[in-house]
Structures are given as structure tokens and as C-alpha cells.
T-cell receptor, first 116, second 112 residues
Framework: EPEVTQTPSHQVTQMGQEVILRCVPI?????FYWYRQILGQKVEFLVS????????KSEIFDDQFSVERPDGSNFTLKIRSTKLEDSAMYFC??????????????FGPGTRLTVL | KQEVTQIPAALSVPEGENLVLNCSFT??????LQWFRQDPGKGLTSLLL?????REQTSGRLNASLDKSSGRSTLYIAASQPGDSATYLC???????????FGAGTRLAVHP
């Protein structure tokens, strides 16, 4: 069964460093998303991406964050200068449809980011 | 602004019991609602997507209902098993139809 994959599973970085989290969405899906979950808190939406551009972003997704689809299979989240409060589990998701009511989102296993 | 609440926060039951997990949302103008399962330290597994035009959706021992007018959804788990132990999350769109807003989840423990 097709699934969303993410690499790495765990990333440890120093504060101020840049990190890139990678995702391979399900191959025939057209809509891509990033969410994050700080330990003990709710899953929070970061950004959605369609047709090579951001379709929606949250207040969390400030200038330190960027997303890219560098080729036909990968979808990346870059954090330019990490802060301690960026430590969280980051989830990539994809959906086949954008039609309201039909856009079931499928999530990857997550990347645990630890900022020291 | 959509807010999603799940009750109870935690539940511990003996194997074989039938369970009801509750989810409520503040903005009833939703297109769908999705239920997920999350195992500790793992990703989210989609269990059921229920469209706003549906009242119920079933998958195996799981049955989800949706009542938009009252802003509620329930997830019914029949004949619970220890393997059902996990956190169950509900989520629905806010504003546009892409951004999912999640509840805090119900942490379920089923003991033999």
C-alpha cells in the first residue's frame, strides 16, 4: 500500500543551524502539507502546497520556514535558523484530492527535530 | 476559528468492551471530519474520513458518526482489543478545506 515516507527519522541540531526535512508523498497525490506536534501538545498545521506554490500557511510558518518541491517526488521543509522552540515532531502529509469533503490526508511517520 | 475538543482525554478498559470516543467542533460549516490513530512516537494513521453529507462511516470494528448541526462526531469501537491501545485524534478543516485542526486526542488503553 502506498505511503508517505520521511527522512531522517530523528534530527539533532544546534540552535541557529539550518535543517532540511524531507518527505516523499504518495506518488499520485497533488496536495502536500506540513504539520508539527510539540511534545504533549496538539498537532498543528504549518503549510499546504499545491501546483508548486503555497496555498495556505499558519502564523507559525514565518520567514524562517520555507517549502520546496525540488523534483517530481520530494517535498522539503527548511528551517533557516533553528530555535529551541522548533523542537517538535514534524509530519508531512499528502492528499489526492483538493475537493472539499474528499481530501483525505495521509501522514508520514514524522521527523523528530531536537534543537540544542 | 475552528476549535476541536475530545472527551475523554484518557480511557482504560478491559478487553472486549464497546467504546465511544467523542469529538466536538465549534464551526459546523465543515466539509469532512477525519479520525486518526497515533501510536506512541509514531505518525498518524487515517482511520476514517466522514463527509459532511454522510451521517456514518464504517471500517471493520470502527464506526464514525457525524452530526454537523450539533458540532459532534463519535468514534465507536466494537469489541475492543489490546492492539487498539493508542491515541485517537479527530480533525476537521478550518476556513479553507486544506488546513486540518486537531483535537488533543483520547489516549486509549485496552488491557487483557
Amino acid at each position: 500500500e502506498p505511503e508517505v515516507t520521511q527522512t531522517p527519522s530523528h534530527q539533532v541540531t544546534q540552535m541557529g543551524q539550518e535543517v532540511i526535512l524531507r518527505c516523499v508523498p504518495i506518488s499520485n497525490h497533488l496536495y502536500f502539507y506540513w504539520y508539527r506536534q510539540i511534545l504533549g501538545q496538539k498537532v498543528e498545521f504549518l503549510v499546504s502546497f499545491y501546483n508548486n506554490e503555497i496555498s495556505e500557511k499558519s502564523e507559525i510558518f514565518d520567514d524562517q520556514f520555507s517549502v520546496e518541491r525540488p523534483d517530481g517526488s520530494n517535498f522539503t521543509l527548511k528551517i533557516r535558523s533553528t530555535k529551541l522552540e522548533d523542537s517538535a515532531m514534524y509530519f508531512c502529509a499528502s492528499s489526492k484530492e483538493g475537493t472539499p469533503g474528499y481530501n483525505e490526508q495521509f501522514f508520514g511517520p514524522g521527523t523528530r527535530l531536537t534543537v540544542l | 476559528k475552528q476549535e476541536v475538543t475530545q472527551i475523554p482525554a484518557a480511557l482504560s478498559v478491559p478487553e472486549g468492551e464497546n467504546l465511544v470516543l467523542n469529538c466536538s467542533f465549534t464551526d459546523s460549516a465543515i466539509y469532512n471530519l477525519q479520525w486518526f490513530r497515533q501510536d506512541p512516537g509514531k505518525g498518524l494513521t487515517s482511520l476514517l474520513l466522514i463527509q459532511s453529507s454522510q451521517r456514518e462511516q464504517t471500517s471493520g470494528r470502527l464506526n464514525a458518526s457525524l452530526d454537523k448541526s450539533s458540532g459532534r462526531s463519535t468514534l465507536y469501537i466494537a469489541a475492543s482489543q489490546p492492539g487498539d491501545s493508542a491515541t485517537y485524534l479527530c480533525a476537521c478543516p478550518s476556513g479553507g478545506y486544506n488546513k486540518l485542526i486537531f483535537g488533543a486526542g483520547t489516549r486509549l488503553a485496552v488491557h487483557p
